[in-house]
């Protein structure tokens, strides 16, 4: 095991004449849960020093680190003041994804954290249902500061934004409408790409995405857009459950996004007798997490924890305010996160449960994670520029234009399908630069050439495997 020195959280360490310490240590997130009790063994640690006399520690964290890696993108534009972006998943609807993803919201509010809350799933926004704003007669309106975009509603120290607060159809306060949300599947990636790129995030800590349920088209396209952090898998403890959730976690792990946690949910329910039961059956927790660490063994090495939920009246309606929809689809009451209206029940120490391991398994993999490069294309060069930045130095790597064109996106591997002398089909493309740079989440960079050729998308290790033989 490292110590926190080795991991980097010692920045800087300054003693004055008077004996007096001044440590500096960055925590590499905010909010991490366990960063009082590293200040604690700090200073008891340094508390038999006899020429000690005080000990002054002070924390940092990084600034947003989504822009390193799309700053050519304006698809994620509007998260360039976001931190850390955590995607909660089911491979199935109906097993309680949205009310998992708003209470860990809040409960990540709750400790003084900057949240976002993007409800993505356009098909079934159900937010509007579950969140009232601040101000309810408040409708979403643009940003004055850029009339491009619109800001989010907020509750607390929560920004939220759904389909259903934007789409005059989808019967919710205010929209207008009754009707559902009949949407197309390239439409709905649109729409989910305007919500994020045209919205006035401002600073966050922390983004939660509710996705749409499945491992479908939308689902591959929003991990590919999103520069995620890592995935929250929703879902019942049933036999099946098994084969879904490493569906799920597989996907996420061809997509380079790490598994934060797996919730089990509606595990059971306590009848007014006491008695336990467990409507969905009992899998072995040890058989999940060991299906679920061999799907993601390429992409983290720290294991992904399992949370258990059982069932409750309190939180299956809607957090407690909507029991029922009137004939114009509008809630009667304002509804309020669970967290918020009972922060003393089981479920509430659940959810805060939940947000300490998922903060806690980010702080892991911010240690362990393969560092992304910033991406961009010097025009003056003709050369793809790939830039890594780690605490103590940076690295560039470089691929000329016409190399990267004749390459295979998915190995590396020079294409030549007429058996031309490779320099040959290097001139050939000597003129041809890439008129369109859009980075892809965790996973890689599209490319679209002046010659009007679109390439699919090359991950990051392929990058860097090209970079690397041109430098020989």
Known sequence: MKTIN????????????????????????PGYPYEDKIKTECRDALKDLSWLTDVAITTSTPP???????TVSSTTNGLRGVKHII???????????????????????????????????????????????????????????????????????????????????AGVPGAGGKSAAVVRGPIVSRVINQLVAATDWGDVDYMVVDMPPGTGDIQITLSQTI?????????????????????GVEMF?????????????????????????????????????????????????????????????????????????????????????????HPDSLHSMNFRDLATGVLAQIFNLQIEAQILPQVSYS?????????????????????????????????????????EGVSELKAKYSTVRPVEVDCKGNYGVAFVWSDGYYADIFPFDVLKKIANECKL
Do not use: W
């Not at 919730?263 to 006491?274: A, Y």
């Not at 780690?390 to 591997?413: F, K, M, N, V, W």
């Open 6 to 29: 080795e991991i980097g959280v010692i920045q800087s360490v300054n003693v004055d004449q008077s004996g007096k310490a001044s440590l500096c240590m960055d925590m590499f997130i």
């Open 64 to 70: 947003p680190s989504v822009s390193a890696a799309t």
């Open 87 to 169: 995607g909660v998943s089911s491979c199935k609807g109906g097993v309680g994804k949205s009310t998992v993803a708003v209470n860990l919201a809040f409960s990540l509010a709750q400790r003084g954290l900057k949240v976002a809350l993007l409800d993505a799933d356009v098909y079934g926004p159900s937010l509007p249902f579950m969140v009232t704003p601040s101000d309810p007669t408040q409708p979403v309106r643009r940003s004055q500061n850029n009339p491009d975009h619109v800001l989010p509603l907020d509750r607390g120290n929560v920004r939220f934004l759904s389909f259903g607060h934007v789409n005059p159809k």
């Open 227 to 247: 520069p995620f952090t890592g995935a929250v898998i929703v879902t019942t403890p049933h036999v099946l459950a098994v084969a879904d959730v490493v569906k």
């Open 253 to 341: 792990s061809d997509m380079k996004v790490p598994t934060l946690a797996i919730v089990e949910n509606m595990c059971s329910f306590t009848c007014e007798h006491g008695s336990v039961y467990y409507p969905f059956g009992r899998i072995s927790r040890e058989l999940l997490k060991e299906r679920v660490q061999k799907a993601c063994s390429g992409v983290q090495s720290s294991s992904v924890p399992v949370h258990s939920f059982g069932m409750s009246s309190d939180l299956s309606s809607l957090t407690d305010e909507v029991s029922s929809l009137d004939n114009s689809l509008r809630p009667h009451a304002h509804p309020i996160p669970h967290v918020e209206r």
């Open 379 to 419: 025009d003056r060069r003709n050369v793809i520029v790939l830039r890594y930045f780690t605490p103590s130095q940076a690295i560039e790597y470089t691929i000329p234009a016409s190399e990267l064109r004749i390459r295979d996106p998915l190995t590396g591997d020079i294409v030549n399908p007429n058996n």
